[in-house]
């Protein structure tokens, strides 16, 4: 298993901002970086640091790639103070007495430097405990933290905090850029970048409060991917757990934060019914059996205030799929056939059905079910409960059930993660002997969450953020073995 290879796609993913939620309510990092401009020039009003060169502007051809609309892109040298090492005279180095002295990267850890075995009685430049230790000469780019003061040859820099960004942040967004560092090495002998190199290397800012959620969960996957022992099944599994974990906090309301100004589900609810009412009358659809009301012992879990337990049939309608009798007679091969949607076109674990592998005449169209790209369709047979959105147009199989909705008031990818999540509950109520299939009365009556549509929208923009993530790890552990 390639370990640092997926270790390397989390920073990626954490320093483009797509590893955590982004909080409204954070201040942005605009209003950091004026604090840290503030900073410096307190510092060197008391003269402890020497005032700063003009760093040039960031292009946007330096940009490497988006960022979250609160971060902001900044150089090193503005946020932080950069201090490149210098060597002691050599009669002043020893085994054991004077300040502890490190030339290079020889006693770099994984995080933090560890002891070196010299010394010296007259150190030239200081790192300070959490200074972040960049390697600037043969090899570049790696880093360490330091827990404690030492002197630092010029194979080393410091790089000391501004602002009270915390060093896990710096540590983590500086390993992303490696690469970077090492491109701009330049030497015959051997390698190394100046100090203008580190002080005008770009990094994204974003706000205190997420630096430090990123943190956080930036150390959780790796500790994760560190105590899996390079099993690579044992993460994949783990991978698989959390995509359903995910799953059952978003029906539960677990994995966004409510809120209190959205319209409450009540009044979403009301507005379907009263739609529903005006199909019917004007005879676009059938009037359905009355569903009966939901009793306690039929909701699972609590859910958030503003929302409401429904039964499905009371905000969809459904229809089971039709195949035209017998199928032969109707498969075309013309390129301008309609599309024949049946369960083998779904990938097992997707979300769309994007393809399908056979047509069908208008003839035959007609006598099945006809639907347009968007609409929600749910396996009643085989693999119940498995739900997908059709990114086609065309006619569904007898082996599925459509959910037609109104889109002003339900979010079709929150509809296929619910149902998804219920997968289980379909897969008890299936019924038949050799081929099992779902009742439809069985689905209307099934019963599901109803989050305010404001509350759909977030939720379904963190499902997928988390979802990406899951499937680029799991791409980097199949693909780098």
Not at 383 to 410: M, P
């Amino acid at each position: 298993m390639n370990i640092q290879g997926l270790k390397d796609k989390i920073l990626q993913l954490a320093i483009q901002g797509k590893l955590v939620n982004q909080d409204p309510n954070d201040e942005p990092a605009s209003v950091l970086l004026e604090k840290i401009k503030e900073e410096r020039d307190r510092l060197v009003k008391e003269k402890k640091i020497k005032k700063q060169r003009l760093l040039p502007e960031i292009t946007e051809e330096e940009k490497p790639f988006e960022i979250p609309e609160e971060w902001k892109w900044v150089r090193l040298g503005e946020v932080a103070l950069i201090n490149m090492g210098q060597s002691p005279k050599g009669d002043t180095v020893n085994d054991k007495e004077g300040m502890e002295f490190h030339q290079g990267k020889v006693y770099f850890g994984d995080i933090y430097l560890n002891k070196s075995d010299k010394y010296t009685t007259s150190p030239k430049k200081i790192a300070q405990p959490d200074d972040i230790i960049l390697s600037v000469r043969a090899p570049v780019g790696t880093i360490n933290i330091t827990d404690r003061e030492v002197c630092i040859g010029r194979g080393l820099c410091a790089i000391s905090s501004l602002g009270d960004i915390t060093k896990g942040y710096y540590f983590y967004a500086i390993s992303a850029f490696e690469e970077y560092l090492i491109k701009k090495a330049t030497g015959t002998t051997f390698l190394a970048i100046t100090a203008s190199t580190v002080n005008e290397m770009i990094i994204p800012l974003p706000p205190l409060a997420e630096q430090k959620r990123i943190v956080e969960k930036v150390d959780q996957l790796f500790a994760l991917i560190d105590g899996l022992d390079s099993n690579k099944e044992d993460l994949l599994e783990v991978i698989n757990l959390t995509r359903n974990q995910v799953l059952q906090e978003a029906i539960q309301g677990k994995l966004v934060e409510q809120n209190p100004e959205d319209e409450p589900a009540s009044v979403l609810l009301e507005k379907i019914k009263e739609e529903k009412k005006r199909l019917i009358k004007e005879k676009k659809i059938r009037k359905s059996k009355k569903l009966p009301p939901i009793e306690e012992d039929e909701k699972p879990f609590e859910i958030p205030e503003g929302w409401e337990w429904v039964r499905l049939g009371e905000i969809l309608n459904v229809r089971r799929g039709a195949s035209p009798r017998p199928i032969k007679k109707y498969l075309t091969d013309d390129v301008n056939g309609i599309n024949w949607i049946k369960i083998g076109d779904a990938t097992d674990g997707g979300k769309y059905i994007t393809s399908v592998n056979e047509k069908i005449t208008p003839e035959g169209a007609k006598k099945s079910v006809y639907l347009k790209s968007g609409t929600l369709v749910m396996s009643n047979s085989m693999s119940f409960g498995k739900a997908y959105i059709l990114g086609v147009d065309g006619c569904i199989h007898d082996g599925w059930l459509s959910f037609e909705f109104n889109k002003d008031y339900l979010e079709a990818e929150l509809l296929q993660f619910f149902l998804s999540a219920s997968y289980n509950r379909f897969d008890r109520v299936a019924v038949g002997t050799g081929v099992r299939n779902l009742n439809i009365n069985r689905v209307r009556t099934t019963s599901i969450p109803l989050p305010p549509l404001a509350e759909q929208k977030r939720i379904v923009e963190k499902v997928d953020t988390i979802m990406n993530i899951l499937d680029e790890l799991e791409n980097e552990l199949t693909t780098k073995i």
